[in-house]
């Protein structure tokens, strides 16, 4: 497995380093079977350290935590507890996963926006209605059943995912509702 360790403006120490793929390799082998690299962002918010950890899978799924703390070790452990709780949750369907699907998760390319916030007062009419792009990035979109997409979205701790059906091939879209459900838009096909 390979392991970027970085620090965004602060040292990241050859002991702080150790100490993470140690634990990191603990903590994935008991769960997640087939890891193919980690990264590890240390940053410093205020008077927190923050950590974000992002583990890749070879099945093409993606697990991510973030851990926040006035010490840089604690950061790091409280983010590898958020992830242990996550691979813990979905253990026998991970396994299950690297049963049923012997080829890797599909991704088909795309383009991701990030558009500026309107810094207009909440009564005044916008002068447009075209956003203003600040930034273009691309962006993978894995082929996924909705139980799949499902757990992803869980792992990667977003509150949306976008993905192609596996069954009906379509654009589908699955996300936290407000209740605490999981919402799921799946497209009718015009004919």
């Not at 620090?7 to 380093?17: E, F, H």
């Not at 026998?92 to 080829?103: F, I, P, T, V």
Request: hydrophobic letters at 35%; one cysteine or more; proline letters at 4%.
């Amino acid at each position: 497995m390979r392991y970027q360790i970085t620090g965004k403006q602060i040292d990241i120490g050859t002991a702080l380093q150790t100490h993470v793929e140690d634990s990191l390799s603990e903590t994935l082998s008991k769960y997640a079977g087939r890891p193919t690299d980690a990264t590890v962002i240390f940053s410093k918010s205020a008077h927190e350290h923050v950590c974000e950890v992002i583990v890749h899978l070879s099945t093409g799924l993606t697990v991510q935590a973030k851990g926040h703390a006035t010490e840089i070790y604690a950061a790091f452990d409280a983010a590898q507890e958020k992830m242990d709780k996550q691979l813990r949750r979905y253990k026998r369907r991970l396994k299950d996963h690297h049963k049923e699907r012997a080829q890797p998760v599909e991704l088909m390319g795309g383009a991701s926006y990030i558009l500026a916030a309107s810094e207009d007062s909440e009564d005044a009419e916008p002068e447009t209605l075209q956003p203003i792009i600040v930034a273009e990035m691309e962006t993978k979109i894995p082929s996924l059943s909705v139980g799949e997409a499902v757990m992803q979205m869980e792992l990667a701790g977003s509150p949306v995912l976008v993905f192609t059906n596996e069954t009906g091939g379509r654009t589908n879209v699955v996300y936290r509702r407000e209740d605490g459900n999981i919402g799921w838009i799946d497209p009718a096909q015009m004919g």
